[in-house]
Nanobody, 123 residues
Framework: QVQLVESGGGLVQAGDTLKLSCGDS????????MGWFRQAPGKEREFVAA????????YYADSVKGRITISRDNAKNTVYLRMTSLNPEDTAVYYC????????????????WGQGTQVTVAS
């Protein structure tokens, strides 16, 4: 069973680099495709990135391509989101999610969700 907990958020300055982590308390982490989503105040949940169970395939939202790297370490039951050149538009609650099925940009494709970690980017 997958139980996800995000960490690494906080207040950062524009242009900073931040790395978020999402850990699984279960035993089947390597069986799941993983994704990151974010939700800003008053906005809909937005896809950020996804990675296959093996870590071989990745998929990024157009809005973050070139600034975001998703990775995973199955030995540590952890998926990461490294964000560079942060700007205030990146301010949101970031959620990680797990899917037994496809890795994609729709939240409907994901089965398990963490509670989220707040990222606030100041000017």
């Amino acid at each position: 069973q997958v139980q996800l907990v995000e960490s690494g958020g906080g207040l950062v300055q524009a242009g900073d680099t931040l790395k978020l982590s999402c850990g699984d308390s279960g035993r089947t982490f390597s069986s799941y495709n993983m994704g990151w989503f974010r939700q800003a105040p008053g906005k809909e949940r937005e896809f950020v990135a996804a990675i296959s169970w093996s870590g071989i395939s990745t998929y990024y939202a157009d809005s973050v391509k070139g600034r975001i790297t998703i990775s995973r370490d199955n030995a540590k039951n952890t998926v990461y989101l490294r964000m560079t050149s942060l700007n205030p538009e990146d301010t949101a609650v970031y959620y990680c999610a797990a899917s037994r099925r496809a890795m994609g940009s729709s939240w409907l494709q994901y089965d398990f969700w963490g509670q989220g970690t707040q990222v606030t980017v100041a000017s």
